[in-house]
Nanobody
């Protein structure tokens, strides 16, 4: 089981990036996938989660309206489109597989409910 995040980089405030999370080694369609981020000296924060069907998405209040999560099952890939980026979005972004049955409002952002964390990708927002 492997998840690999990519697409990070440096961008000015107000800019956009699209992160990708490529999965392998498991039946991708059966799992919800979450995005988390971690800034230096801080804990891991839930950013977004997409259900196994793609029909239900979750977002943290800090990114809602700016970020969009989607999945392309044919490519075993989940995307995180990040628009209107702010300096406070600077962090290493990770994707992981939800280990429970179905994520809900009270569980999707709990990192202890995720497994198979991939290597992160660094996003830096600075002028």
């Amino acid at each position: 089981v492997q998840l690999q995040a990519s697409g990070g980089g440096s961008v000015q405030p107000g800019g956009s990036l699209r992160l990708s999370c490529a999965a392998s080694g498991f039946s991708f369609r059966g799992y919800a996938i979450g995005w988390f981020r971690q800034a230096p000296g801080q804990g891991r924060e839930g950013v977004s989660c997409i259900s196994s069907s793609g029909g239900r998405n979750f977002y943290s209040t800090s990114v809602k309206g700016r970020f969009t999560v989607s999945r392309e099952d044919a490519k075993d890939t989940v995307y995180l489109q990040m628009n209107s980026l702010k300096p406070e979005d600077t962090a290493t972004y990770y994707c992981a597989r939800f280990s429970g049955s179905h994520p809900i409002v009270g569980t999707w952002a709990n990192p202890s409910l995720y497994e198979s964390w991939g290597q992160g990708t660094l996003v830096t927002v600075s002028s």
